[in-house]
């Protein structure tokens, strides 16, 4: 197992944005849904992508993985299973569900499990596909689903803590080969669902409301073979964002889409940072000394996103004043809390509230990575600590963040990599 260790750094230059891992994971899946090839751009080589090509593997299809790109082909072997031994280590290989369910008829995928961000239903995953006809029976740890053939419905698709990415990616994915129309209602609206879309639209689906609340899908018999390029990814973007204001460093963030990253740049600049946009859109952050206290409410898309929450909670850990975090779409995701409290930062956590007061200084400690987006919040905190800050179990950054210790070393960050 490796570790970060790091030292108190100032940032300067510029970082270049990898292919979003969260748009990738459902594209590979939809690949299924043709047996012709498909070419996909801009792929990050990460822990996640190279899983999510193994199950692909083990479900027949060929896969060749050089330089960002991958091209996928059809072998002969059509299986319909994703055992556990792949799927446990990742949540969006659920996502298989729903292409396996439209093209072979049949899928037996492992039901993901816990997560330490709290519980992980799939119920809508479920209510969306049977409501398509799939009949759906959990046994052994397995999501059993097969149908003759998916009929299209007017589906709500809204749940507890409101509209589900992978679940509106799982329904659209069956839907697209379904006899008739689809309504989803109450669909994610995140641009990785949307870059599913497109992909799939470049694939010959029919698909309508992309980018909104209700998509409509009119079913085609097939689907062939594309070219596609994955969107940036946001969440590196933000992560970028949040190292420039934590350690008060001037950073421009190239190959973002800023379009997508509006309500974390308009809290960058709440915090107390100057923004321009350039030509080329990259984005240039340059805060303030004195960073100001906030309240972060995270939201589905395009409220601020839950997979950036760690990451301003280390800013907000040194801002000057008391600022609020409300964790809409996890509640329980806190894990950082005690470990950025063991370097010395002041935060309270009570249910899904989060009250963080602003100190001059973070103190390096030894502290453990819980989780992909807990352990970059971690990283940016001891970046800007006093003394030597050590990360343990990194491999959940890996997850998630191409060479990012490459990226932040290129910053001028002190930062290596050792074995644990
Ligand atoms: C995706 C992202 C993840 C991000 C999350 C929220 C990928 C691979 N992962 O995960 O990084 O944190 O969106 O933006 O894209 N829910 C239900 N029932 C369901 C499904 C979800 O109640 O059947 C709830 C969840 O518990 C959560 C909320 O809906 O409270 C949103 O979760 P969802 O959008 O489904 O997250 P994922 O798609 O798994």
């Given at each position: 197992m490796?570790?970060?260790?790091i030292?108190?750094?100032?940032?300067?230059?510029?970082?270049?944005?990898?292919?979003?891992?969260?748009?990738?994971?459902?594209?590979?899946?939809?690949?299924?849904?043709?047996?012709?090839?498909?070419?996909?751009?801009?792929?990050?080589d990460?822990r996640?992508?190279?899983t999510m090509?193994?199950?692909?593997?083990s479900l027949?299809k060929?896969?060749?993985?050089?330089?960002?790109?991958?091209?996928?082909?059809?072998?002969?072997?059509?299986?319909?299973?994703?055992?556990?031994?792949?799927?446990?280590?990742?949540?969006?290989?659920?996502c298989?569900?729903?292409?396996l369910?439209?093209?072979?008829k049949?899928?037996?995928?492992?039901?993901?499990?816990g997560?330490?961000i709290?519980p992980?239903?799939?119920?809508?995953?479920?209510?969306?596909?049977r409501?398509?006809?799939?009949?759906?029976?959990?046994?052994?740890?397995?999501?059993?689903?097969?149908?003759?053939e998916?009929?299209g419905?007017?589906?709500?698709?809204?749940?507890?803590?409101?509209?589900?990415v992978?679940?509106t990616?799982?329904?659209l994915?069956?839907?697209?080969?379904?006899?008739?129309?689809?309504?989803?209602?109450y669909?994610?609206?995140?641009?990785?669902?949307?870059?599913?879309?497109?992909?799939?639209?470049?694939?010959?689906?029919d698909?309508?409301g992309?980018?909104?609340?209700?998509?409509?899908?009119?079913?085609?018999?097939?689907?062939?073979?594309?070219?596609?390029?994955?969107i940036?990814?946001?969440?590196?973007?933000?992560?970028?964002?949040a190292?420039?204001?934590?350690?008060?460093?001037?950073?421009t963030?190239?190959?973002?889409?800023?379009?997508?990253?509006t309500?974390?740049?308009?809290?960058?600049r709440?915090?107390?940072?100057?923004?321009?946009?350039?030509?080329?859109f990259?984005?240039?952050?340059?805060?303030t000394?004195?960073?100001?206290?906030?309240n972060?409410?995270?939201?589905?898309y395009?409220?601020?996103?839950?997979?950036?929450?760690?990451?301003?909670?280390?800013?907000?850990c040194?801002?000057?004043?008391?600022?609020?975090i409300?964790?809409?779409i996890?509640p329980?995701?806190?894990m950082?809390?005690?470990?950025?409290?063991?370097?010395?930062?002041?935060?309270?956590?009570?249910?899904?509230?989060?009250i963080?007061?602003?100190?001059d200084?973070?103190?390096?400690?030894?502290?453990?990575?819980?989780?992909?987006?807990?352990?970059?919040?971690?990283?940016l905190?001891?970046?800007?600590?006093?003394?030597?800050?050590?990360?343990l179990?990194?491999y959940?950054?890996?997850?998630?963040?191409?060479?990012?210790?490459?990226?932040f070393?290129?910053?001028?960050?002190?930062?290596?990599?050792?074995?644990?």
């Amino acid at each position: 197992m490796d570790k970060f260790v790091i030292y108190q750094s100032k940032l300067f230059g510029s970082v270049r944005v990898s292919g979003s891992k969260n748009a990738a994971l459902p594209i590979i899946a939809a690949t299924i849904l043709t047996d012709e090839e498909c070419v996909i751009h801009n792929v990050p080589d990460l822990r996640d992508i190279q899983t999510m090509l193994a199950i692909l593997q083990s479900l027949g299809k060929s896969v060749e993985f050089k330089n960002g790109t991958l091209t996928i082909g059809s072998k002969p072997n059509k299986s319909f299973l994703a055992p556990y031994r792949l799927v446990k280590t990742m949540r969006a290989s659920f996502c298989f569900l729903g292409p396996l369910l439209a093209k072979r008829k049949k899928a037996k995928v492992a039901l993901p499990g816990g997560c330490i961000i709290g519980p992980r239903p799939v119920d809508l995953h479920i209510k969306g596909l049977r409501a398509l006809g799939a009949e759906i029976f959990i046994q052994n740890g397995y999501c059993h689903a097969q149908a003759k053939e998916l009929v299209g419905q007017h589906i709500y698709l809204g749940g507890a803590f409101g509209s589900s990415v992978l679940a509106t990616d799982n329904v659209l994915m069956a839907a697209v080969l379904a006899s008739g129309e689809t309504i989803i209602e109450y669909a994610a609206c995140e641009p990785e669902v949307e870059a599913l879309a497109l992909f799939l639209k470049k694939m010959g689906a029919d698909i309508n409301g992309i980018g909104s609340p209700v998509l409509r899908i009119k079913g085609v018999k097939s689907l062939f073979g594309c070219e596609f390029t994955i969107i940036p990814d946001r969440i590196e973007a933000g992560t970028f964002i949040a190292a420039s204001l934590a350690t008060r460093s001037k950073l421009t963030i190239e190959g973002a889409n800023p379009f997508h990253l509006t309500s974390v740049l308009e809290t960058a600049r709440r915090i107390g940072a100057k923004i321009n946009i350039g030509p080329d859109f990259s984005i240039e952050i340059n805060p303030t000394s004195n960073l100001k206290p906030v309240n972060i409410t995270t939201l589905a898309y395009p409220g601020f996103p839950t997979d950036l929450q760690a990451q301003f909670m280390a800013c907000l850990c040194l801002a000057s004043g008391i600022s609020l975090i409300t964790e809409k779409i996890y509640p329980d995701r806190f894990m950082h809390v005690p470990e950025l409290n063991r370097m010395d930062a002041s935060i309270q956590r009570s249910g899904p509230y989060a009250i963080i007061e602003g100190k001059d200084k973070l103190c390096g400690a030894e502290v453990m990575a819980s989780d992909l987006r807990a352990s970059a919040a971690l990283v940016l905190a001891g970046l800007t600590a006093e003394g030597k800050t050590q990360v343990l179990r990194v491999y959940h950054i890996d997850r998630g963040y191409e060479q990012i210790e490459h990226k932040f070393r290129k910053l001028g960050a002190k930062i290596k990599r050792e074995k644990q």
